[in-house]
């Protein structure tokens, strides 16, 4: 009897690749292939890759040399390079890696079956040409059975200076309301508790649809979203990102308040606390701006968590435009911030500019930014201890498995002791004992 095709896939990246990935896994699986955690003992091997750094991108080449060794060896496996490196490098891909028989862009996921068919013919083929995303009808292949990722819009219309995404992952093209209200609801079926809504830049979402109100605004905007989607049966709670302070209104942060399945975390990157380096970067807005919208959340509600992302190092980037950025840090207090050095990429305006910093600078930069985030983290932290939160159990605690894990409302990963069996997929009330930067650890109420 034949054996079944097995296929792996690898996923660097942001939640965008994530979610790209279950659902090219999903397809696979509908073609009658079987997923093997190995990739040494797949027919198929997918990497989804990502550009953000130099670093994420010089990973994947180092994965593939030792998959196109093993296809020497073996004719029939397949190998492929999906993802923003893929749409990036196209054609030169497959000079520089000759054993790939597919490379294909972020916009044509949907499509894999389409394109594996061509390649199963006997093609080497590359698929980067923009498209118009069509709605997929395969199930994902969703790792969590608890929280699941929505695509609410694909792609990206600004242009921040140092940013790759809207040249590999095109403009933006949001999903109609109803398609997306018709996932969720097949995802409240299934039992799914916990769904986050997904774009590059969220509050676009709805910008590229017809129709406007009569006060002229969009019809479709990620508020009107949110109370569109609220009353999905089954769905407890609704998470949101990535958002732009650019286009953040006070409408959406009343509807968040007002909806209470909506949880009280807001991602909004600032990149920079420097005016100066804010419009080098195209972002769109001021420091002051930013902190005005962080007031208004805590004005609607004071205890909302908030995570953003910073780049430290940006070209021409002063000392003293440096410690703008610590001292917004120091004064908004985030529970959470990802932090990265400015790396150059391929196509982007910033990487052509004449004042690069060194890797010196750079990292010295980023390791005093991390010092302050983890204190402030810390300190932000405290707040929670010895009061009731509720935790969405996900997972068994890896360090200790007479734990069990789960996040709060404010998107807090928290440990306590609990029975995996009985507890996944549970809202959970749990009196927080103990405080850290970045994660809580209680005791359930259940006992
Ligand atoms: S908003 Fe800016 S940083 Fe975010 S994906 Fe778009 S271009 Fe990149």
């Not at 009569?214 to 905007?221: D, I, L, Q």
């Not at 498995?401 to 306590?416: C, D, E």
């Not at 959970?428 to 994660?439: D, E, G, M, P």
């Amino acid at each position: 009897m034949k054996s079944p095709r097995r296929y792996h896939i690898t996923t660097f990246g942001c939640q965008m690749n994530k979610a790209d990935s279950e659902r090219m896994a999903g397809i696979l699986e509908n073609m009658g292939f079987e997923c093997s955690d190995d990739p040494n003992n797949a027919n198929l091997v997918l990497y989804n890759t990502c550009t953000i750094r130099d670093n994420a991108e010089q990973k994947v080449y180092s994965y593939l040399g030792r998959q196109a060794k093993r296809k020497h060896e073996q004719s029939d496996l397949t190998l492929v390079v999906a993802g923003c490196v893929a749409q990036q490098e196209g054609e030169t891909l497959l000079r520089r890696v000759p054993e790939l028989d597919l490379v294909m862009g972020p916009q044509h996921a949907n499509r894999l079956r389409d394109l594996l068919e061509q390649v199963f013919d006997g093609n080497q083929v590359v698929a980067t040409e923009p498209i118009h995303i069509v709605e997929d009808i395969t199930k994902p292949r969703r790792d969590s059975r608890i929280s699941a990722w929505v695509n609410v819009i694909y792609g990206c219309n600004e242009r921040c200076t140092y940013c790759v995404v809207p040249n590999v992952r095109g403009k933006e093209q949001s999903r109609i309301p109803e398609a997306i209200r018709a996932e969720m609801e097949g995802l409240g079926q299934q039992g799914y508790q916990e769904i986050t809504l997904l774009g590059q830049n969220i509050d676009a979402y709805g910008r590229d649809l017809p129709g406007v109100t009569e006060s002229g605004r969009h019809r479709h905007t990620l508020t009107d979203l949110l109370y569109y989607v609220h009353d999905v049966p089954g769905i407890e709670r609704i998470r949101f990102a990535t958002s732009h302070p650019r286009y953040f209104t006070e409408r959406l942060i009343r509807a968040c308040n007002e909806l209470p399945k909506v949880c009280e975390h807001f991602h909004i990157p600032f990149q920079s606390g420097d005016n100066d380096i804010l419009k080098a970067m195209a972002r769109g807005y001021t420091h002051q701006k930013y902190r005005r919208i962080i007031d208004k959340i805590r004005e609607y509600m004071p205890d909302a968590s908030i995570s953003a992302d910073a780049i430290v190092g940006f070209p021409g980037e002063t000392e003293a435009q440096f410690e703008n950025t610590l001292n917004l840090v120091e004064d908004i207090g985030f529970d959470q911030l990802n932090t990265a050095a400015y790396s150059p990429r391929p196509g982007t305006p910033a990487a052509q500019w004449e004042e690069q910093l060194s890797e010196e600078v750079k990292s010295d930069r980023l390791q005093r930014l991390n010092r302050l985030v983890s204190v402030k983290a810390a300190e932000r932290s405290q707040r929670y201890l010895g009061r009731i939160e509720e935790v969405l159990v996900e997972d068994q605690n890896p360090k200790d498995t007479t734990q069990v894990m789960g996040r709060t409302r404010g998107n807090r990963l928290t440990f306590f002791t609990g029975d995996l069996r009985e507890l996944k997929g549970q809202l959970v009330n749990v009196k927080i004992t103990q405080t850290r930067a970045f994660s809580l650890t209680g005791e359930s109420l259940r006992y």
